[in-house]
């Protein structure tokens, strides 16, 4: 009895703390929006809008980005660069809210361990991430602004 109480034990404080940590999706699109804050050079291509943006990531990744979303006064595009996300070249499309920098990371979604949802919002290290997928696509997106949703939904529209 005291060893089937052990292992019970074992087994929830186990889970909480697995349910506790973040996913490998969201824990690779934190690392990478660090990535591109610590970079000496962010930004390979600078904006002069999504029809620049956009086009430059022929050929440099092995998908086209399925973005359209030009920015706004709320969310001006600032450029693009490529990222890794997980095993595979992303398009991270960089946006800026007020003093925050927000990334969007655009990547191929098979084989990535989504779980059951195609949408995650979540907060992870002080960073609020947005993870989803749209066909053959996933898309994450991360700041420390709080105002995600938003872009979200501006992003999501002008496909």
Not at 26 to 47: F, K, T
Not at 121 to 127: Q, V
């Amino acid at each position: 009895l005291a060893v089937l109480a052990f292992v019970a034990v074992i087994l929830f404080v186990t889970r909480r703390h697995d349910a506790a940590a973040p996913s490998p999706l969201v824990a690779e699109a934190v690392n990478d929006h660090l990535r591109l804050l610590y970079a000496d050079r962010p930004l390979e291509i600078e904006s002069g809008g999504i029809h620049q943006v956009k086009p430059w990531f022929a050929g440099r990744v092995d998908f086209a980005p399925a973005v359209a979303f030009e920015g706004d006064a709320d969310f001006p595009l600032q450029g693009g660069s490529v990222a890794y996300y997980i095993d595979r070249k992303a398009a991270a499309f960089v946006y800026k809210h007020k003093l925050h920098v927000v990334t969007l990371l655009v990547f191929r979604a098979e084989g990535l361990p989504w779980g059951r949802a195609d949408e995650v919002t979540t907060s992870s290290r002080g960073f609020h991430v947005i993870l989803w997928r749209a066909g053959d696509l996933g898309y994450a997106l991360v700041s420390d602004s709080e105002d995600l949703a938003a872009l979200e939904q501006r992003i999501k529209a002008a496909r």
